[in-house]
């Protein structure tokens, strides 16, 4: 009988480096979010951002991940991003099992439809492989989306979460809880939560309302 594989990165990998931010400013609409702000979140592990709705988190967030402008320097050394939004994304034309598989452009179509069912039935959603967007409830299509956004993280790489678990059930926030660990050391995770347990076990929280200076290393 052959061995299941496993689709969890396997071994520790040293990232290139550490994720630094310095002198950063960001403003929307004349409002300033962020300004002069510096952090670092070091290369393998685990920080989580906390302070008040509308501080920051998802603006440094998506700042970290290029998809926004802002002044100063973000330094990420070229890694690969995968990015698990707050609200799910999904492309509504593709099923559950091709919207986790789209961003695996390196490998063949079976092997990444192997990888999201892999994911999928990891996250409770083995019945729900080959069902649209519309056919989910809210708290399963954002299971889609974190069951997607592990699928693309690869070792070395950056896996930024935003909220992760605010919306699903506990027995789901156990097991997305342990994937998120199951990466420290593997890939620089940063996550954007109130959860008491994730900000307990993370390696340095992070307050926007304090303007990030002043990690706190747990």
Avoid at 82 to 97: C, E, G, H, I, K
Avoid at 133 to 161: K, N, Q, W, Y
Avoid at 188 to 213: G, H
Wanted: charged share 20%.
């Amino acid at each position: 009988m052959s061995k299941k594989k496993n689709y969890l990165p396997e071994n520790k990998v040293q990232a290139p480096s550490d994720i630094t931010i310095s002198d950063l400013s960001v403003d929307f609409n004349g409002k300033v979010i962020f300004n002069g702000t510096s952090a670092v979140f070091p290369a393998g592990t685990f920080s989580v951002l906390t302070g008040l709705s509308g501080s920051g988190k998802t603006t440094l967030l998506r700042a970290i991940a290029g998809l926004i402008p802002y002044k100063g320097i973000i330094n990420t050394d070229g890694r690969a991003v995968s990015f698990a939004f707050q609200t799910p994304r999904l492309l509504p034309w593709l099923t559950a099992r091709d919207n986790v598989a789209a961003p695996l452009f390196d490998k063949s179509s079976a092997d990444a439809a192997k990888i999201a069912d892999e994911w999928l039935t990891r996250l409770g959603l083995s019945d729900s492989l080959d069902k649209y967007p519309d056919e989910l409830s809210g708290g399963m299509a954002l299971r889609v989306s974190l069951a997607r956004a592990f699928a693309a993280a690869i070792p070395g790489g950056i896996l930024l979460l935003d909220e992760p678990i605010k919306e699903i059930d506990k027995k789901a926030r156990q097991v997305v809880t342990e994937i998120i660990l199951n990466f420290r050391g593997k890939c620089t995770i940063i996550a954007a939560t109130y959860d008491d347990e994730l900000i307990a076990r993370a390696d340095q929280t992070l307050d926007t309302v304090l303007n990030l200076n002043s990690a706190v290393k747990t």
